[in-house]
């Protein structure tokens, strides 16, 4: 009565085409990638796509460190805080730091806990560049709630200090 159909070669492509092109990652999200073989994953933004690859800037370096990177690269998502690991080598030799340093460059000059207050102006380190910003309001001990000078108020963020490079008291 009935004639099978058979398989739906349509129906085949559609679903391989589906599963196919979904990407476990996205554009904005915060991954943890590889950087150097044999060290600890660094905390890294994917800023874009290309093929089959994902390009990403690496938290707290320079743009000139940005590169493509495969998905066996990538560990998997930043959840919460992340300590950042010492640079890899050769960033510390790029920078013209000894090989063997443990903290990325930058990092001793950050002040220490709670030296901030409503309205200090300081300098806050955001993807690996400095800007100018005004301390809003004190939320922990090390938590600060800061607006970017001259960006408009969806960049104010809490950062902690460690974040912040100087103040201009």
């Excluded at 460059?105 to 901030?116: D, E, H, L």
Aim: hydrophobic content about 35%; aromatic content about 10%.
């Amino acid at each position: 009565m009935f004639a099978s159909r058979g398989p739906r070669p349509w129906l085949l492509a559609l679903v391989l085409f589906a599963c196919g092109c979904e990407q476990p990652y996205r554009i904005g999200e915060f991954v943890l990638v590889e950087w150097e073989e044999g060290q600890a994953p660094y905390p890294a933004y994917i800023i874009g796509t290309r093929g089959t690859r994902y390009r990403v800037h690496y938290d707290g370096y320079a743009t000139r460190w940005d590169e493509d990177v495969t998905l066996d690269r990538i560990r998997g998502r930043v959840e919460g805080h992340v300590l950042r690991p010492p640079p890899p080598k050769k960033v510390q030799r790029a920078q013209g730091e000894p090989a063997s340093g443990s903290q990325a460059k930058g990092s001793a000059s950050a002040v220490p806990a709670g030296q901030y207050q409503a309205g200090d102006r300081v300098k806050v380190r955001w993807r690996g560049t400095v800007y100018a910003a005004t301390v809003l309001e004190v939320q922990g001990s090390d938590k600060y709630l800061v607006h970017y000078d001259g960006h408009e108020n969806a960049w104010d963020e809490v950062v902690s200090g460690h974040r912040i490079v100087s103040s201009t008291r």
